[in-house]
């Protein structure tokens, strides 16, 4: 069965550059979620997307801004880049009329030097 | 507002005997979802299994069930016949439409399973 699809899977950018993570969603599944996950950490809740409009805003910087496109992908863009953004981001997609589950893709680790 | 709470930091079990894991959460409303993600050494968060609060009957999946109890907001997951691929971070995460669809996660439980 087809999964989340993320890209790349490892980033590593110098301070103050931008980065842009992309995520594929499960064929018909309509709504896509980022999350940030630190070392040791749970994961925080950035931002979601329900039928390619913003549906919920977590602990996103203003640094930070994502997009659902019409095929249903997201790109999460993240600017002036600080160590502290360094983490696991995860996309996870789910279907409305699912069971509220969200499937999640392997994640991208960024690192920030 | 919502809170899921795993007051196990890290547990440990030896191959093949059973572990449970705890969770208690908050909350004011009736239909929401709960579920157990499992993240092992390579990070990958899985879906172990889900219950629907309105289902009074336990959910099981192979060697997962949870014990839930509605009135105690509380969901515990049991790992019977404990494997070493069940070594992971364990995640308990609460559900609900009216959130706008986002997890509401634990802190997380640190299992280990020895051989």
């Known amino acids: 069965a087809a999964g989340v699809i993320q890209s790349p899977r490892h980033l590593i950018k110098e301070k103050r550059e931008t980065a842009t993570l992309k995520c594929y969603p499960i064929p018909r599944h309509d709504t896509v979620y980022w999350y940030q996950q630190g070392p040791g950490q749970d994961p925080q809740f950035l931002i979601s997307f329900y039928e390619k409009m913003q549906s919920d805003k977590g602990s996103i910087p203003d640094r930070f801004s994502a997009q659902q496109f019409s095929d249903y992908h997201s790109e999460l863009n993240m600017s002036s880049l600080e160590l502290g953004d360094s983490a696991l981001y995860f996309c996870?997609?789910?279907?409305?009329?699912?069971?509220?589950?969200?499937?999640f893709g392997p994640g991208t680790r960024l690192t920030v030097l | 507002a919502q809170t899921v709470t795993q007051s196990q930091p890290e547990m440990s079990v030896q191959e093949a005997e059973t572990v449970t894991l705890s969770c208690t959460y908050d909350t004011s409303e009736n239909n929401y979802y709960l579920f157990w993600y499992k993240q092992p050494p390579s990070r990958q968060m899985i879906l172990v299994i889900r219950q629907e609060a309105y289902k009074q009957q336990n959910a099981t999946e192979n060697r997962f069930s949870v014990n839930f109890q509605k009135a105690a907001k509380s969901f515990s997951l049991k790992i019977s016949d404990s494997q070493l691929g069940d070594t992971a971070m364990y995640f308990c995460?609460?559900?609900?439409?009216?959130?706008?669809?986002?997890?509401?996660w634990g802190l997380g439980t640190s299992l280990a399973v020895n051989p």
């Open positions: 995460a609460f559900f609900y439409a009216g959130n706008n669809r986002k997890l509401i």
């Open positions: 996870a997609s789910s279907a409305l009329n699912g069971l509220n589950e969200q499937f």
